[in-house]
């Protein structure tokens, strides 16, 4: 039976080559001061930069510039952009950049005029905002977490070893978000490979978990084989401007809370996945990559029936005469002969994770009882050593 489920996207997204010249029309409905945050410098070697500030520029605004957000943004920088928000009283925080840019503006947003301590509340405690939040818009430049259209913001706390994120409620979400594909092309191929597996993981989570049968795992199933597709010709020719658009649209569904409607959730591959990054730092695709498939065919017995679905309606594997569990392996088996092909990291070694971490990691790693088998910390130990 489909849950019962509340559906509201306050996102307003321009998409394609043209969209630029949308952000004027969205930036005068803000105040005139403007946090323009982005991250180690891509967009000034791109050309958005000065496109952005064209904008700005048109429209009269205050510009506060707050560069440098690093990729997995750390708690450190959070506190540091919420002290800037917070003296300049910013009256829009316009992020410009990937998910690591959308997260930590979301987070500043969140913790500009919050009086406790933001890392604690909203991360650890995982409380909702009392203070006023900011308003965010971004201009998208790397395509993987859909945190243009969503609540979450992940922030990294290295001290502390934990990886956590936010659910921000709709006042969190992005009010604006600049889709432009071409803005994606000069991704190095690493990074584009990276957010090309975060979005088919997304679907994973959102896909293998329940047994309903309900619009949400049709959707699901055509997003999976849109973004199998594109991503086979992205990667032959990272230039193929249809391909990354496919990708980009595809992966703003993937994470806006559309396919989990009324359906519960996995997410443990994100669990591990952001383990790891707490300890290594690695790219953030990368981890979740390298740990799906140990982890799949350990629930594959407690969700049979959805593995043979995934093996029939994504990767066209003819299971009727097969017995179940061959043709849900066949299925997995077509997953592992895909991600080899976009050349995804298939072990934990490759991010830096040793043997002897993997018991650290396992012990930080959330279990949740959502997916078709909670596992245990000695499963999740397991798993990190069949991925090195
Ligand atoms: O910092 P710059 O110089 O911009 O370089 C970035 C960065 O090094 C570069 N890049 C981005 N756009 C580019 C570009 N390089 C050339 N041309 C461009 N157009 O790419 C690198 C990676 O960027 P980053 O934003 O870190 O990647 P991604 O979008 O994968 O974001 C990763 C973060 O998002 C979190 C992850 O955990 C991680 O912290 N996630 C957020 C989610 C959400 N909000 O819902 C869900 C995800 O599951 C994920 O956890
Ligand atoms: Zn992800």
Redesign the pocket.
Same mark, same amino acid.
């Given at each position: 039976m489909i849950g019962n489920f509340t559906f509201c996207s306050p996102t307003r997204l321009h998409f394609g080559d043209r969209s630029m010249s949308r952000l004027p029309e969205e930036l005068i409905k803000y105040g005139p001061k403007v946090m323009l945050t982005?991250? &180690? &410098? @891509?967009?000034k070697?791109?050309g958005?930069y000065e496109e952005v500030l064209a904008a700005l520029e048109a429209t009269g605004k205050v510009v506060v510039e707050d560069p440098g *957000?690093?990729?997995?943004?750390t708690v450190e920088k959070l506190y540091n952009g919420a002290r800037i928000a917070r003296e300049h009283d910013v009256d829009l925080i316009l992020a410009v950049?990937? &998910?690591? *840019?959308? $997260?930590y503006a979301?987070g500043v947003s969140a913790s500009a005029w919050c009086d406790e301590d933001p890392w604690e509340k909203y991360y650890l405690r995982k409380e909702m905002p009392e203070c006023r939040l900011i308003p965010v818009g971004c201009v998208l430049?790397? *395509?993987?977490?859909?945190?243009e259209m969503?609540g979450? @913001? *992940?922030?990294?706390n290295h001290a502390q070893k934990i990886?956590t994120?936010m659910g921000l409620d709709d006042r969190g979400v992005p009010k604006f978000a600049i889709l432009n594909p071409r803005?994606? #092309? @000069?991704?190095?191929k690493y990074?584009m490979v @990276?957010?090309i597996y $975060?979005i088919f993981?997304?679907i994973c989570e959102q896909y293998f978990s329940g047994d309903d049968d309900n619009v949400s795992d049709y959707l699901s199933e055509g997003l999976m084989r849109s973004v199998i597709h594109a991503s086979r010709i992205a990667v032959r020719d990272p230039l193929d401007y249809e391909a990354r658009s496919n990708l980009m649209w595809a992966s703003t569904w993937a #994470?806006n809370t559309l396919i989990a409607k009324g359906k519960t959730e996995d997410w443990e591959v994100?669990m591990i996945?952001?383990a790891i990054?707490a300890f290594t730092d690695a790219?953030? &695709?990368m981890t979740?990559s390298a740990v799906s498939l140990p982890y799949y065919r350990r629930i594959l017995p407690y969700g049979l029936h959805r593995f043979v679905r995934f093996a029939r309606n994504v990767w066209d594997i003819p299971a009727e005469g097969m017995d179940p569990e061959s043709a849900a392996l066949a299925g997995l088996s077509a997953l592992e002969e895909w991600m080899n092909e976009i050349g995804v990291v298939m072990h934990a070694a490759e991010l830096g994770v040793t043997k002897e971490m993997t018991g650290e990691i396992a012990a930080v790693t959330p279990l949740y009882d959502t997916g078709y088998r909670k596992l245990t910390k000695e499963d999740v130990e397991e798993i990190l050593r069949e991925s090195l």
């Open positions: 982005y991250g &180690g &410098g @891509s967009i070697r791109n958005v *957000v690093m990729s997995n943004p950049g990937g &998910g690591s *840019v959308i $997260d979301k430049t790397m *395509v993987g977490t859909g945190s969503n979450g @913001s *992940v922030i990294t990886k994120e803005y994606t #092309l @000069s991704v190095p990074q @990276s957010g $975060d993981n997304h #994470l994100h996945g952001q990054g790219a953030h &695709g979740l």
